[in-house]
Protein backbone atom coordinates (compact mmCIF):
# COMPACT_ATOMS: atom_id res chain seq x y z
CA UNK A 1 0.00 0.00 0.00
CA UNK A 2 2.84 2.67 -0.55
CA UNK A 3 6.10 2.64 -2.48
CA UNK A 4 6.74 4.14 -5.85
CA UNK A 5 4.49 2.55 -7.90
CA UNK A 6 1.66 4.06 -5.46
CA UNK A 7 4.04 7.62 -6.08
CA UNK A 8 3.58 6.92 -9.68
CA UNK A 9 -0.22 5.93 -9.63
CA UNK A 10 -1.01 9.37 -7.34
CA UNK A 11 0.92 11.27 -10.57
CA UNK A 12 -1.14 9.81 -13.26
CA UNK A 13 -4.10 10.52 -11.33
CA UNK A 14 -3.15 13.98 -10.39
CA UNK A 15 -2.12 14.78 -14.23
CA UNK A 16 -5.92 13.96 -15.12
CA UNK A 17 -6.56 16.42 -12.60
CA UNK A 18 -8.01 13.90 -10.05
CA UNK A 19 -7.17 14.93 -6.85
CA UNK A 20 -4.66 11.92 -4.58
CA UNK A 21 -3.16 14.67 -2.12
CA UNK A 22 0.29 14.62 -1.97
CA UNK A 23 2.07 12.78 -4.14
CA UNK A 24 3.99 10.81 -1.15
CA UNK A 25 3.54 7.08 -2.29
CA UNK A 26 1.03 5.98 0.43
CA UNK A 27 -2.30 4.77 -0.66
CA UNK A 28 -4.28 6.67 1.70
CA UNK A 29 -8.44 7.98 1.90
CA UNK A 30 -7.96 10.36 -0.78
CA UNK A 31 -5.60 8.24 -3.32
CA UNK A 32 -8.62 5.76 -3.17
CA UNK A 33 -11.14 8.13 -3.47
CA UNK A 34 -9.32 9.91 -6.96
CA UNK A 35 -9.04 6.43 -8.12
CA UNK A 36 -12.65 5.91 -7.71
CA UNK A 37 -13.23 9.11 -9.60
CA UNK A 38 -11.31 7.72 -12.65
CA UNK A 39 -12.94 4.61 -12.59
CA UNK A 40 -16.21 6.27 -12.24
CA UNK A 41 -15.50 8.44 -15.07
CA UNK A 42 -14.07 5.61 -17.35
CA UNK A 43 -17.18 3.88 -16.96
CA UNK A 44 -15.13 1.10 -15.08
CA UNK A 45 -16.26 -0.71 -12.01
CA UNK A 46 -15.79 1.69 -9.47
CA UNK A 47 -13.55 -0.54 -6.73
CA UNK A 48 -10.59 1.48 -5.52
CA UNK A 49 -8.40 -0.49 -6.75
CA UNK A 50 -5.95 -0.64 -9.36
CA UNK A 51 -7.29 -3.36 -11.35
CA UNK A 52 -5.97 -4.57 -14.28
CA UNK A 53 -8.92 -2.80 -16.58
CA UNK A 54 -7.93 0.24 -14.54
CA UNK A 55 -4.32 -0.12 -15.18
CA UNK A 56 -4.91 -0.25 -19.34
CA UNK A 57 -6.53 2.88 -19.23
CA UNK A 58 -4.63 4.73 -17.04
CA UNK A 59 -1.50 4.14 -19.94
CA UNK A 60 -4.18 4.74 -22.62
CA UNK A 61 -4.76 8.07 -20.94
CA UNK A 62 -1.50 8.54 -20.31
CA UNK A 63 0.13 8.27 -23.95
CA UNK A 64 -1.96 11.22 -24.92
CA UNK A 65 -1.59 13.34 -22.17
CA UNK A 66 2.03 13.32 -21.25
CA UNK A 67 2.61 17.23 -20.69
CA UNK A 68 0.08 17.42 -18.29
CA UNK A 69 1.00 19.22 -14.66
CA UNK A 70 -0.05 17.98 -11.66
CA UNK A 71 -3.61 18.89 -10.06
CA UNK A 72 -2.16 19.15 -6.62
CA UNK A 73 0.34 21.55 -7.44
CA UNK A 74 -2.00 23.49 -9.20
CA UNK A 75 -4.44 23.19 -6.66
CA UNK A 76 -1.15 24.87 -4.25
CA UNK A 77 0.02 27.69 -6.87
CA UNK A 78 -4.74 29.20 -6.88
CA UNK A 79 -3.84 29.24 -2.79
CA UNK A 80 -6.64 25.99 -2.53
CA UNK A 81 -5.95 24.26 0.58
CA UNK A 82 -8.12 22.35 2.93
CA UNK A 83 -8.06 24.91 7.01
CA UNK A 84 -7.08 22.97 9.88
CA UNK A 85 -8.14 23.78 13.03
CA UNK A 86 -6.14 21.34 15.20
CA UNK A 87 -2.94 22.28 16.99
CA UNK A 88 0.45 22.79 16.41
CA UNK A 89 2.35 19.88 16.94
CA UNK A 90 6.13 20.17 18.30
CA UNK A 91 8.36 16.86 18.38
CA UNK A 92 11.99 16.05 18.74
CA UNK A 93 14.73 16.42 21.70
CA UNK A 94 16.02 20.03 21.20
CA UNK A 95 16.00 22.90 24.17
CA UNK A 96 14.26 25.01 21.36
CA UNK A 97 10.87 22.46 22.05
CA UNK A 98 10.27 24.32 25.51
CA UNK A 99 10.32 27.86 24.19
CA UNK A 100 8.74 27.56 21.10
CA UNK A 101 5.83 26.03 22.91
CA UNK A 102 5.48 28.66 25.33
CA UNK A 103 6.03 31.18 22.86
CA UNK A 104 3.54 29.57 20.22
CA UNK A 105 0.45 29.08 22.63
CA UNK A 106 -0.35 32.83 22.36
CA UNK A 107 -0.86 31.90 18.90
CA UNK A 108 -2.41 28.54 18.47
CA UNK A 109 -3.24 25.24 21.09
CA UNK A 110 0.15 23.23 21.19
CA UNK A 111 1.01 19.51 21.94
CA UNK A 112 4.55 18.73 22.46
CA UNK A 113 5.56 14.91 21.63
CA UNK A 114 9.20 14.41 23.42
CA UNK A 115 9.65 10.71 22.60
CA UNK A 116 7.54 9.68 19.95
CA UNK A 117 9.12 8.71 16.39
CA UNK A 118 7.52 10.13 13.62
CA UNK A 119 4.95 7.47 12.35
CA UNK A 120 3.62 8.08 15.71
CA UNK A 121 3.88 11.63 15.34
CA UNK A 122 2.46 11.61 12.27
CA UNK A 123 -0.22 9.16 13.04
CA UNK A 124 -1.50 11.50 15.67
CA UNK A 125 -0.77 15.31 14.08
CA UNK A 126 -3.42 13.62 10.97
CA UNK A 127 -5.83 12.04 13.63
CA UNK A 128 -6.19 15.94 15.19
CA UNK A 129 -6.01 17.75 12.26
CA UNK A 130 -2.52 19.74 13.21
CA UNK A 131 -2.43 23.15 12.08
CA UNK A 132 1.30 22.75 11.64
CA UNK A 133 3.97 19.85 12.81
CA UNK A 134 7.83 21.22 13.68
CA UNK A 135 10.18 18.39 13.78
CA UNK A 136 13.00 19.55 16.39
CA UNK A 137 16.67 18.40 16.22
CA UNK A 138 19.96 19.55 17.79
CA UNK A 139 23.11 18.09 16.23
CA UNK A 140 26.36 19.76 17.11
CA UNK A 141 27.57 19.46 13.47
CA UNK A 142 24.83 21.43 11.69
CA UNK A 143 26.18 24.81 11.07
CA UNK A 144 23.38 27.23 12.29
CA UNK A 145 20.09 25.97 11.16
CA UNK A 146 18.31 23.69 8.56
CA UNK A 147 14.98 24.21 7.85
CA UNK A 148 13.27 21.42 5.77
CA UNK A 149 10.20 20.74 3.75
CA UNK A 150 8.48 17.80 2.24
CA UNK A 151 9.91 17.09 -1.63
CA UNK A 152 10.44 13.54 -3.57
CA UNK A 153 11.51 13.68 -7.27
CA UNK A 154 8.19 13.82 -8.33
CA UNK A 155 6.34 16.48 -6.27
CA UNK A 156 6.82 19.07 -3.06
CA UNK A 157 5.12 20.82 -0.28
CA UNK A 158 4.70 24.60 -2.39
CA UNK A 159 3.52 25.48 1.26
CA UNK A 160 5.86 24.18 2.74
CA UNK A 161 8.38 25.61 1.08
CA UNK A 162 6.82 29.35 1.72
CA UNK A 163 6.51 28.59 5.24
CA UNK A 164 10.72 27.49 5.87
CA UNK A 165 11.65 30.37 3.59
CA UNK A 166 9.93 32.71 5.56
CA UNK A 167 10.98 32.04 8.77
CA UNK A 168 14.77 32.01 7.40
CA UNK A 169 14.10 35.28 6.05
CA UNK A 170 12.44 36.39 9.83
CA UNK A 171 15.78 34.63 10.99
CA UNK A 172 17.37 37.62 10.07
CA UNK A 173 16.05 39.75 13.06
CA UNK A 174 17.71 37.62 15.32
CA UNK A 175 20.49 39.33 17.81
CA UNK A 176 22.96 36.35 16.69
CA UNK A 177 22.03 35.24 13.21
CA UNK A 178 23.04 31.77 12.42
CA UNK A 179 23.46 30.63 8.94
CA UNK A 180 20.68 29.31 7.49
CA UNK A 181 19.66 26.52 4.48
CA UNK A 182 16.29 25.54 3.08
CA UNK A 183 16.07 22.32 1.54
CA UNK A 184 13.45 19.43 0.20
CA UNK A 185 13.44 16.49 1.67
CA UNK A 186 11.84 13.15 1.59
CA UNK A 187 12.14 12.21 5.43
CA UNK A 188 9.52 9.65 7.61
CA UNK A 189 8.52 12.73 9.61
CA UNK A 190 7.35 14.76 6.56
CA UNK A 191 6.53 12.31 3.98
CA UNK A 192 3.51 10.72 6.71
CA UNK A 193 1.96 14.10 7.79
CA UNK A 194 -0.76 15.55 5.47
CA UNK A 195 -0.33 19.43 7.04
CA UNK A 196 2.32 21.76 6.67
CA UNK A 197 5.36 19.93 8.22
CA UNK A 198 9.42 21.67 8.76
CA UNK A 199 11.77 19.01 10.13
CA UNK A 200 14.46 21.93 11.96
CA UNK A 201 18.17 20.83 12.47
CA UNK A 202 19.97 23.45 14.41
CA UNK A 203 23.87 23.19 15.78
CA UNK A 204 22.68 26.54 18.52
CA UNK A 205 22.87 25.98 22.15
CA UNK A 206 22.86 29.64 23.24
CA UNK A 207 19.52 30.45 25.16
CA UNK A 208 19.28 33.48 24.15
CA UNK A 209 19.49 32.92 19.96
CA UNK A 210 16.94 30.10 21.03
CA UNK A 211 14.45 32.06 22.53
CA UNK A 212 14.56 34.68 19.88
CA UNK A 213 14.21 32.17 17.29
CA UNK A 214 10.86 31.24 19.14
CA UNK A 215 9.95 34.28 19.16
CA UNK A 216 10.22 34.71 15.40
CA UNK A 217 8.59 31.43 14.31
CA UNK A 218 5.52 32.29 16.59
CA UNK A 219 5.22 35.61 14.89
CA UNK A 220 5.69 33.38 11.57
CA UNK A 221 2.99 31.20 12.07
CA UNK A 222 1.02 33.76 13.54
CA UNK A 223 1.02 35.72 10.32
CA UNK A 224 0.02 32.46 8.53
CA UNK A 225 -2.89 31.50 9.99
CA UNK A 226 -4.28 34.89 9.57
CA UNK A 227 -3.25 35.02 5.49
CA UNK A 228 -5.27 31.66 5.38
CA UNK A 229 -8.12 33.07 7.67
Known amino acids: MRGDDVA ?10 FNPGRIDGIFGVLTEEALNDFQRNCALEVSGELTRATLVELVRMTSTHTARSLVTEARERADFHDARTGPLVICGRSPLAPLLARTCERVLKVEVLDDEG ?3 VAAFANANDAAFVLSLQTLKHVDGVHLHYWASYRSHSRQGEQLASQIASAFSRVTDPAKVEVTG ?27 EMAEVISTVLDEVIHRQA
Open 118 to 120: PEA
Open 185 to 211: MALPILRETKMITLHVELGIDKVETLE
Open 8 to 17: ELQVRLAQFG
